[in-house]
């Protein structure tokens, strides 16, 4: 992918490019505008890699949306170093402090999907089969963008043409308001739903990290679930059940370390994932997750009661040091009370984390001061010496879709029990010392959830499953008695469960009003 920024570039440029070629016809032929791109295959299949490799440059922002407000995210710092993003595990978003910025930077990827649905539904040199698959893809890419969007922000402008590449350079005729939730809603769905149709009974290639028609049926599943449970649409449920049986050929790997080593991309599991490499790239910020080895030396033991005798001191237990690019450093933490939460049978617990403890040995017995983890579920491998974050991050796996088709069930009243205990049997290595009973919708409602959280540590979830999860008819998010899961008072924070934009997007569209329920700077 090492050229793929040049065949996005060359769309920013093509308004500029058309202008040029109205006073100067000819040019070079290694000159690619928007008159002469779209003239072969491979032109438009280049494309559609530099549409992925933009999708993969999200990925950290995907995480961002979908996890870090879950309450999963430690606010104390644990090892002398200064935690980031606070403000936003904090729940303490503003019009003056947003979290993120410019609709979370997505519009750039819609503009020029938007670009590409438009060219090459014009083509005629592609077979419909080809063109199909490619659109199929481009379709899958932009609703997922929005489902961001949407679960984000709420109502969003949308944006299905592509403008401003096509030469509407006038501010005033780009502006446009925010379409309402359920507008945002039925674009997305409109989309998907036009991705499966244009799949079709198409095979995917064997290459997981390109959207695919499997993907396109995940992607629905979790859609339609989403206006079922929170548009208060009960027939979706039947439609995202329908999509995600439609699923073929993924399978629980009897490993669950094993979904994420670097030497098993691509795996029976995966479904879709954005890829890393050595050598290539490298996951966004995953070292920010581990620890300090400045501050781990000589402060920190493995064992929280030092049973294996005082001196064991932690240097760098899982040599880091040898990082190829990125700094290794505690700026993002988890509780240590989720770690605490798996049963210590579960595999999934030290997949996932690496806890370590600084200990009073001055005093007897000893006593552990500080409690804390490093995520090593994402570690990478080692290559020449060094360590590459370049373990692939699934977007859809084989447990995802048995537990939302468990949700599915139980809110349809079934029994979810053989969905949910696939996932436990993998996770215990089919010795479950606490199998799942069917207890009501509530409880399993509950069940369902606590697994997704053991699941997807950093898979991008969290968040929106406390958002569209529900006890009774409350979405999870908000803090009850019946549960310790909310992280929102719902009387006084309601509105929070959408994020505020900053006062930059109001100001260069004045269409644009500021997330409801927010303090706003904005003219009425």
């Not at 008819?473 to 309601?494: C, I, M, N, W």
């Amino acid at each position: 992918m090492k050229k793929i920024m040049f065949h996005i570039c060359w769309a920013v440029l093509s308004v500029l490019a058309t202008s040029c070629q109205d006073a100067l016809e000819l040019a070079p032929e290694d000159y690619f505008g928007n008159s002469n791109f779209w003239q072969n295959e491979a032109q438009v299949s280049n494309f559609m890699v530099g549409l992925h490799k933009q999708f993969r440059d999200n990925q950290f922002q995907f995480l961002r949306l979908g996890e870090m407000r879950g309450g999963t995210y430690s606010n104390v710092d644990r090892q002398a170093t200064s935690l980031n993003e606070l403000p936003v595990i904090e729940q303490r978003l503003e019009e003056t402090s947003s979290g993120v910025s410019s609709w979370a930077g997505f519009y750039g990827p819609i503009l020029q999907i938007n670009l590409f649905i438009q060219k090459v539904e014009s083509i005629g040199f592609l077979s419909e089969t080809r063109k199909s698959y490619l659109l199929g893809q481009a379709y899958a890419m932009r609703a997922y963008y929005y489902f961001h969007l949407l679960r984000t922000y709420g109502g969003v402008p949308l944006v299905l043409e592509a403008d401003v590449l096509n030469g509407t350079t006038d501010a005033v005729l780009l502006r446009k308001a925010r379409a309402t939730e359920e507008e945002v809603a039925n674009a997305v769905k409109a989309d998907i739903n036009k991705s499966v149709s244009l799949f079709g009974v198409q095979v995917a290639t064997g290459d997981k990290s390109l959207w695919s028609p499997n993907a396109a049926r995940m992607l629905k599943g979790e859609v339609f679930l989403w206006t079922a449970k929170l548009h208060g649409k009960p027939a979706d449920l039947a439609e995202a059940k329908t999509a995600l049986e439609a699923v073929n050929g993924s399978s629980l790997l009897p490993s669950f370390a094993n979904v994420f080593a670097y030497n098993q991309k691509n795996n029976n599991e995966v479904i879709f994932a954005v890829r890393y490499k050595v050598g290539e790239a490298e996951m966004s910020g995953v070292a920010a997750y581990t620890y300090s080895t400045f501050n781990m030396n000589g402060l920190h033991y493995k064992d929280s009661t030092v049973s294996a005798g005082v001196g064991n001191f932690l240097v760098d237990p899982l040599v880091l040091a040898a990082t190829n690019s990125q700094q290794v450093i505690q700026r993002y933490a988890y509780t240590f009370e989720l770690f605490q939460s798996y049963n210590l049978a579960d595999t999934r617990r030290n997949a996932t984390f690496y806890d370590y403890y600084k200990v009073n040995t001055d005093v007897t017995p000893f006593v552990p001061t500080i409690r804390n983890t490093a995520l090593v579920k994402f570690l990478g491998t080692i290559d020449a010496n060094k360590r590459y974050f370049s373990d692939d991050w699934p977007v859809y796996r084989e447990a995802d879709r048995l537990l939302m088709l468990a949700e599915i069930t139980n809110a349809q009243g079934g029994d979810p029990t053989a969905y949910i205990q696939a996932v436990r049997d993998r996770a215990f290595g089919g010795k479950d010392p606490k199998p799942f009973v069917n207890a009501g919708k509530d409880a399993n409602e509950l069940a369902i959830f606590n697994e997704r959280t053991w699941e997807f540590v950093h898979e991008g979830k969290r968040w929106y499953d406390l958002r569209r999860m529900k006890f009774g008819s409350e979405p999870l998010v908000f803090r009850s008695a019946a549960h310790p899961y909310g992280v929102l008072d719902k009387t006084t924070q309601g509105y929070r469960i959408l994020w505020p934009i900053e006062a930059a997007i109001w100001t260069n569209d004045p269409l644009v009003t500021q997330t409801p329920g927010y303090s706003t700077a904005r003219p009425n």
